[in-house]
Protein backbone atom coordinates (compact mmCIF):
# COMPACT_ATOMS: atom_id res chain seq x y z
CA UNK A 1 0.00 0.00 0.00
CA UNK A 2 2.55 2.19 1.33
CA UNK A 3 4.99 1.88 -2.26
CA UNK A 4 0.96 2.61 -4.37
CA UNK A 5 1.31 5.85 -2.37
CA UNK A 6 4.48 7.05 -2.81
CA UNK A 7 3.63 6.06 -6.79
CA UNK A 8 0.29 8.57 -6.76
CA UNK A 9 2.49 10.97 -5.06
CA UNK A 10 5.48 11.04 -7.82
CA UNK A 11 2.24 10.93 -10.37
CA UNK A 12 0.73 13.97 -8.54
CA UNK A 13 4.25 16.03 -8.41
CA UNK A 14 5.70 15.00 -12.08
CA UNK A 15 2.14 16.61 -13.33
CA UNK A 16 1.73 19.62 -11.05
CA UNK A 17 5.34 20.21 -11.79
CA UNK A 18 4.01 20.31 -15.36
CA UNK A 19 1.29 22.53 -14.56
CA UNK A 20 3.37 24.82 -12.87
CA UNK A 21 5.87 24.89 -16.46
CA UNK A 22 3.28 25.38 -19.08
CA UNK A 23 0.90 27.89 -16.23
CA UNK A 24 3.80 29.93 -15.93
CA UNK A 25 4.56 30.26 -19.97
CA UNK A 26 1.16 30.79 -20.63
CA UNK A 27 1.15 34.15 -18.98
CA UNK A 28 3.95 34.96 -20.38
CA UNK A 29 3.40 34.67 -23.84
CA UNK A 30 1.06 36.78 -25.93
CA UNK A 31 -2.98 36.38 -24.75
CA UNK A 32 -4.62 34.56 -27.52
CA UNK A 33 -1.55 33.58 -29.41
CA UNK A 34 -1.36 29.71 -30.45
CA UNK A 35 1.94 29.07 -27.98
CA UNK A 36 -1.17 30.72 -24.93
CA UNK A 37 -4.01 28.25 -26.11
CA UNK A 38 -1.49 25.30 -26.74
CA UNK A 39 0.40 25.73 -23.09
CA UNK A 40 -2.92 26.31 -21.69
CA UNK A 41 -4.70 23.21 -22.50
CA UNK A 42 -1.34 21.02 -21.34
CA UNK A 43 -1.37 23.46 -18.04
CA UNK A 44 -5.29 22.42 -18.08
CA UNK A 45 -4.68 18.71 -18.09
CA UNK A 46 -1.77 18.50 -16.08
CA UNK A 47 -3.78 20.25 -13.27
CA UNK A 48 -6.79 18.11 -13.47
CA UNK A 49 -5.10 15.09 -13.71
CA UNK A 50 -1.86 16.13 -10.17
CA UNK A 51 -5.82 17.42 -8.65
CA UNK A 52 -7.25 14.16 -9.34
CA UNK A 53 -4.46 12.03 -8.10
CA UNK A 54 -4.57 14.41 -4.98
CA UNK A 55 -8.01 13.67 -4.42
CA UNK A 56 -6.63 9.72 -3.65
CA UNK A 57 -4.06 10.64 -1.51
CA UNK A 58 -5.52 12.71 0.54
CA UNK A 59 -8.22 9.88 1.62
CA UNK A 60 -5.80 7.11 1.84
CA UNK A 61 -4.48 5.60 5.36
CA UNK A 62 -2.08 7.82 6.99
CA UNK A 63 -2.33 10.23 4.53
CA UNK A 64 -6.10 11.30 5.02
CA UNK A 65 -5.94 15.40 4.87
CA UNK A 66 -9.86 17.27 4.34
CA UNK A 67 -8.30 20.00 4.25
CA UNK A 68 -5.98 19.23 0.96
CA UNK A 69 -8.43 17.14 -0.42
CA UNK A 70 -10.97 19.92 -0.46
CA UNK A 71 -8.29 22.26 -1.59
CA UNK A 72 -7.83 19.50 -4.43
CA UNK A 73 -11.38 20.14 -5.51
CA UNK A 74 -10.93 23.88 -5.26
CA UNK A 75 -8.24 23.38 -8.14
CA UNK A 76 -9.94 21.50 -10.52
CA UNK A 77 -12.95 23.97 -10.24
CA UNK A 78 -10.51 26.55 -10.92
CA UNK A 79 -9.20 24.83 -14.14
CA UNK A 80 -12.88 23.36 -15.43
CA UNK A 81 -14.42 26.88 -14.74
CA UNK A 82 -11.46 28.66 -16.85
CA UNK A 83 -12.26 26.91 -19.57
CA UNK A 84 -15.80 26.45 -19.47
CA UNK A 85 -15.49 30.55 -19.30
CA UNK A 86 -14.27 30.46 -23.12
CA UNK A 87 -17.47 28.97 -24.22
CA UNK A 88 -19.49 32.29 -22.88
CA UNK A 89 -17.93 33.94 -25.93
CA UNK A 90 -20.50 32.14 -28.31
CA UNK A 91 -22.17 35.26 -29.65
CA UNK A 92 -25.14 32.61 -30.20
CA UNK A 93 -24.79 31.80 -26.72
CA UNK A 94 -28.12 32.92 -24.54
CA UNK A 95 -27.72 31.25 -21.69
CA UNK A 96 -25.01 29.48 -19.45
CA UNK A 97 -25.03 25.50 -19.40
CA UNK A 98 -25.99 22.86 -16.72
CA UNK A 99 -22.44 21.61 -16.72
CA UNK A 100 -21.57 25.38 -16.17
CA UNK A 101 -23.90 26.00 -13.38
CA UNK A 102 -22.94 22.34 -11.73
CA UNK A 103 -19.18 23.40 -11.57
CA UNK A 104 -19.59 26.01 -10.05
CA UNK A 105 -22.69 24.92 -7.35
CA UNK A 106 -20.79 21.91 -6.19
CA UNK A 107 -17.40 24.42 -5.72
CA UNK A 108 -19.93 26.35 -3.73
CA UNK A 109 -21.34 23.81 -1.14
CA UNK A 110 -17.26 22.66 -0.83
CA UNK A 111 -16.50 26.32 -0.38
CA UNK A 112 -19.40 26.89 2.14
CA UNK A 113 -18.32 23.30 3.99
CA UNK A 114 -14.54 24.74 4.39
CA UNK A 115 -16.12 28.21 5.55
CA UNK A 116 -18.15 26.33 8.20
CA UNK A 117 -14.89 24.04 8.95
CA UNK A 118 -13.09 27.05 9.24
CA UNK A 119 -15.20 28.70 11.77
CA UNK A 120 -16.05 26.57 14.30
CA UNK A 121 -12.00 25.30 13.89
CA UNK A 122 -11.20 29.08 14.94
CA UNK A 123 -13.36 28.68 18.10
CA UNK A 124 -11.82 25.32 19.34
CA UNK A 125 -8.29 26.41 18.03
CA UNK A 126 -8.23 23.83 15.79
CA UNK A 127 -5.16 23.93 13.25
CA UNK A 128 -5.25 25.01 9.69
CA UNK A 129 -8.68 26.86 10.97
CA UNK A 130 -7.61 29.71 9.09
CA UNK A 131 -6.75 28.33 5.36
CA UNK A 132 -10.22 26.75 5.71
CA UNK A 133 -12.35 30.00 6.03
CA UNK A 134 -9.42 32.05 4.12
CA UNK A 135 -9.72 29.36 1.41
CA UNK A 136 -13.68 29.01 1.60
CA UNK A 137 -14.44 32.48 1.70
CA UNK A 138 -12.26 32.82 -1.64
CA UNK A 139 -14.57 30.09 -2.75
CA UNK A 140 -17.42 31.65 -1.87
CA UNK A 141 -16.42 34.40 -3.78
CA UNK A 142 -15.49 33.35 -7.01
CA UNK A 143 -18.34 31.14 -7.11
CA UNK A 144 -21.32 34.17 -6.65
CA UNK A 145 -19.30 35.96 -8.91
CA UNK A 146 -19.59 32.82 -11.64
CA UNK A 147 -23.46 32.85 -10.81
CA UNK A 148 -23.21 36.98 -11.84
CA UNK A 149 -21.59 36.26 -14.78
CA UNK A 150 -24.00 33.45 -15.79
CA UNK A 151 -26.79 35.95 -15.53
CA UNK A 152 -25.47 38.89 -17.11
CA UNK A 153 -22.27 37.43 -20.29
CA UNK A 154 -24.73 38.21 -22.60
CA UNK A 155 -24.55 42.39 -21.74
CA UNK A 156 -21.08 42.53 -20.58
CA UNK A 157 -18.60 41.67 -23.72
CA UNK A 158 -15.44 41.16 -22.03
CA UNK A 159 -17.32 38.81 -19.01
CA UNK A 160 -15.99 35.71 -20.24
CA UNK A 161 -12.67 36.68 -20.41
CA UNK A 162 -12.02 38.34 -17.18
CA UNK A 163 -13.53 34.83 -15.67
CA UNK A 164 -11.58 32.64 -17.80
CA UNK A 165 -8.37 34.66 -16.49
CA UNK A 166 -9.26 35.12 -13.12
CA UNK A 167 -9.94 31.44 -12.50
CA UNK A 168 -6.75 29.61 -14.53
CA UNK A 169 -4.49 32.21 -12.57
CA UNK A 170 -6.25 30.66 -9.63
CA UNK A 171 -5.10 27.43 -10.88
CA UNK A 172 -1.35 28.74 -11.17
CA UNK A 173 -1.95 29.90 -7.90
CA UNK A 174 -3.09 26.72 -6.71
CA UNK A 175 0.19 25.26 -8.55
CA UNK A 176 2.62 27.53 -7.16
CA UNK A 177 1.69 27.16 -4.01
CA UNK A 178 1.88 23.29 -3.86
CA UNK A 179 5.25 23.64 -4.85
CA UNK A 180 6.42 26.33 -2.13
CA UNK A 181 4.33 23.72 0.50
CA UNK A 182 5.18 20.15 -0.78
CA UNK A 183 8.32 20.94 -2.89
CA UNK A 184 9.87 23.38 -0.90
CA UNK A 185 8.29 21.90 2.25
CA UNK A 186 7.31 25.76 3.14
CA UNK A 187 4.56 25.09 5.26
CA UNK A 188 3.42 28.28 7.22
CA UNK A 189 0.69 30.90 7.42
CA UNK A 190 2.02 33.02 4.97
CA UNK A 191 3.39 30.90 2.47
CA UNK A 192 -0.35 29.43 1.95
CA UNK A 193 -1.88 32.79 1.89
CA UNK A 194 0.41 34.99 -0.05
CA UNK A 195 0.49 33.17 -4.09
CA UNK A 196 -2.74 34.16 -3.53
CA UNK A 197 -2.92 37.39 -2.43
CA UNK A 198 0.03 38.53 -5.40
CA UNK A 199 -2.34 36.64 -7.76
CA UNK A 200 -5.25 38.28 -6.59
CA UNK A 201 -3.08 41.97 -7.26
CA UNK A 202 -2.72 40.62 -10.83
CA UNK A 203 -5.92 39.35 -11.81
CA UNK A 204 -7.30 42.89 -10.47
CA UNK A 205 -4.87 44.52 -12.74
CA UNK A 206 -5.92 42.48 -15.73
CA UNK A 207 -9.84 42.93 -14.90
CA UNK A 208 -9.59 46.68 -14.81
CA UNK A 209 -7.61 46.81 -17.97
CA UNK A 210 -9.52 44.59 -19.94
CA UNK A 211 -12.78 46.94 -18.76
CA UNK A 212 -10.90 50.28 -19.89
CA UNK A 213 -10.24 48.82 -23.17
CA UNK A 214 -12.05 45.95 -24.38
CA UNK A 215 -10.31 45.49 -27.26
CA UNK A 216 -6.74 44.74 -25.52
CA UNK A 217 -7.43 41.01 -25.40
CA UNK A 218 -9.80 40.34 -28.21
CA UNK A 219 -8.70 37.55 -29.95
CA UNK A 220 -7.78 35.74 -26.31
Known amino acids: MEQAIKTLIYVHAFF???????????????????K?????????????ISSLVSLFIARMPAHENLFLFLIGIFTIYLV?????ALTLKDKTKTEADLLDKSISGTMLLASIIMLVIGVIGQFQHHTNSILFTFFGAIGIFMTLKDFQTFRTFTQKKNAWLISHLGRMIGGLIASFTAFLVAGL??????????????????????????????NSAASA
Open 185 to 214: HLSTLIIWIMPTVIGTAYIIYWNRKFRSNP
Open 16 to 34: GGIGLITGIISILVRKGGI
Open 36 to 48: HKNTGKIFSYAMI
Open 80 to 84: LAGNR
